[in-house]
C-alpha cells in the first residue's frame, strides 16, 4: 500500500469516527427529547391588566391547571406569589405559570388563588373576600386546538376595575372579569424516514439558522420551536447511505407541517 493509498484510508476512517461521535453526541442530547416532546405542545400563561383608579389590586395567585384531551387536567410549573395587578397594564405583562401538554384540545384553565387577596384604597388596605375561587378555582374558558412541537401563549387579561366590587361598609369582594387571548409562538415540521431503523439527522435550515432533532426507534421525527419562515430540510442517516433534502417547506405559527416519509 502506498503513501496515498495510506492518506486516503486514514482520511475516510478519521471521517467514519468524527461521523459517529457527532451521532453519539446527538443521540445522547436529542433522542430522549425528541420522543418526549413528540406529541407534546409547550404553554406559557401570562397575566396582564386595564389600567384601574386604585393604588393597588393584590391577587394571590397558586395554581395554574389545564383541562384537555377527555378531561384530563395538568397542573402547570407556576411561579406563585402575590401580584398587584397594576403593575402589568399599559403593555406590561409577566409569566405566572408554563408547561408541556399532550398535543390536542384544551378546554379550560384553572386559576387558583389563595386567600391572602387585597386592594389598596387611598393608601388603606382591604382585604378581597374570593369564596368560589377559594373553593374550586376562577375557571377560564380556552377551547384551543394544540399542534405538537408547537409553544402558545395564553394572556390573562385581567380588568381590575370590573374585577373589584365595593359591597359597602368598607368591603371589597373579588369578582374577576378575565379575557383570555391566544397566540401561537412558533410552527414545526414533523416527518419519518425508511428503514425506520436508520439512525438520521433530521436538520430543518432558513435564513442561515439551523434547527436540528433526530430520528426515533420507529423512524419518526419532530423539529420543534421553529419561526415562521421557509425551510430547507436535509436527513443525513448513517453511512453508507447519503443525505436527502426536500426545500421550499412553509411552516408558519400555530401549525405542524408533515412532509412525509422521507426513502434513503
Avoid: W
Avoid at 149 to 160: E, H, K, M, P, Q
Avoid at 176 to 183: E, K
Amino acid at each position: 500500500m502506498n503513501t496515498i493509498q495510506i492518506k486516503k484510508r486514514t482520511t475516510a476512517v478519521l471521517h467514519g469516527i468524527l461521523y459517529s461521535a457527532l451521532i453519539l453526541s446527538l443521540a445522547f442530547s436529542s433522542a430522549s427529547c425528541n420522543k418526549d416532546s413528540e406529541e407534546k405542545a409547550h404553554l406559557t400563561v401570562r397575566m396582564t391588566d386595564a389600567p384601574a383608579n386604585y393604588d393597588a389590586v393584590m391577587i394571590d395567585i397558586q395554581g395554574v391547571e389545564v383541562t384537555g384531551n377527555g378531561g384530563t387536567n395538568v397542573l402547570l410549573s407556576i411561579n406563585p406569589g402575590i401580584y398587584n395587578l397594576l403593575d402589568f397594564s399599559n403593555g406590561l405583562d409577566t409569566i405566572i405559570a408554563s408547561g408541556d401538554l399532550d398535543a390536542g384540545t384544551i378546554s379550560q384553565i384553572r386559576l387558583i388563588l389563595g386567600p391572602n387577596n387585597s386592594v389598596v384604597v387611598n393608601n388603606v388596605v382591604y382585604p378581597l373576600s374570593t369564596p368560589s375561587a377559594e373553593q374550586s378555582g376562577l375557571k377560564l374558558q380556552v377551547h384551543q386546538t394544540f399542534e405538537p412541537g408547537v409553544s402558545y401563549n395564553i394572556l390573562l387579561d385581567f380588568d381590575a376595575n370590573q374585577s373589584v366590587v365595593y359591597k359597602g361598609n368598607g368591603e371589597f369582594k373579588l369578582k374577576p372579569v378575565i379575557r383570555t387571548i391566544n397566540a401561537a409562538v412558533n410552527g414545526s415540521i414533523r416527518g419519518s424516514i425508511t428503514p425506520a431503523g436508520l439512525f438520521t439527522i433530521v436538520t430543518a435550515t432558513s435564513g442561515g439558522i439551523s434547527y436540528s432533532s433526530v430520528t426515533n426507534a420507529s423512524g419518526n421525527f419532530l423539529i420543534a420551536g421553529l419561526p415562521a419562515g421557509t425551510y430547507d430540510i436535509t436527513a443525513t442517516p448513517s453511512l453508507p447511505f447519503l443525505p436527502v433534502t426536500q426545500t421550499g417547506i412553509a411552516v408558519t405559527a400555530g401549525t405542524s407541517v408533515t412532509v412525509g416519509t422521507i426513502n434513503f
